[in-house]
């Protein structure tokens, strides 16, 4: 079955961040991977390149073979989370973290002529669309600047990566409007439980 890429799938802040998050509920019995069909790679493209085209430029990401990329996708997605999962934990980038992330990112780099960075074109030309596995690497080497990494944060319902972008770095969820009501609900939900539990107990201890 086929994943549709809502807004809500790319609420990671950048292209490597949502990219991340196609593992789902990493580190749970639950776990599972919306890229096990590579041809969901490809879909995923088309959706970022409209929901990621402020950070992209505008420019489209392209994806010509997906079973081809998705080794270097999928390399690049798993040393991205494991650094950056484990700086928010630690507070810091771990070093031994770090060769694999770049060899990863080079590797999605690798035999691309692309010139990166310029104002208005922080990717490229946007008239011209840029090979996924290239765009992904400059997406995720952009997250260890400094102001990046103070807002890199974990979402506590669904353990996302998300970058808090709020101006007094206080959002918790990665989405409030899914992950938050979803934990809100969950709070009323056993606030009713417990009190329903403790107003049976009362009255049984009052039949007796």
């Known amino acids: 079955m086929s994943v549709s890429?809502?807004?809500h799938r790319f609420s990671g802040g950048v292209l490597a961040l949502d990219t991340a998050n196609?593992?789902?509920?990493?580190?749970?019995?639950r776990s599972f991977d919306r890229f096990?069909?590579?041809a969901e790679i490809a879909r995923?493209?088309?959706?970022a390149s409209v929901h990621r085209a402020a950070e992209l430029g505008g420019r489209r990401l392209a994806v010509p073979e997906p079973e081809a990329i998705a080794p270097v996708v999928l390399d690049i997605r798993e040393t991205t989370d494991r650094l950056f999962r484990n700086a928010v934990s630690a507070g810091g980038v771990g070093t031994a973290d770090m060769p694999p992330f770049l060899r990863a990112c080079a590797t999605g780099l690798e035999d691309k002529a692309e010139e990166i960075g310029r104002p208005g074109k922080p990717f490229g030309d946007p008239a011209v669309p840029i090979a996924f596995e290239a765009a992904l690497a400059v997406s995720a080497l952009s997250l260890l600047g400094e102001g990046a990494l103070a807002r890199l944060r974990i979402c506590p319902n669904c353990n996302w990566l998300f970058l808090d972008r709020s101006r007094n770095a206080s959002r918790l969820w990665c989405d409030m409007a899914v992950c938050g009501n979803r934990r809100k609900a969950s709070r009323h939900y056993h606030r009713r439980?417990?009190?329903a539990t403790r107003d049976g107990t009362e009255r049984e201890v009052g039949n007796v």
């Open 22 to 29: 196609t593992v789902v509920l990493r580190g749970d019995a």
């Open 36 to 38: 096990a069909d590579p």
């Open 44 to 47: 995923f493209a088309r959706a």
């Open 193 to 195: 439980r417990v009190a």
């Open 5 to 7: 890429w809502t807004p």
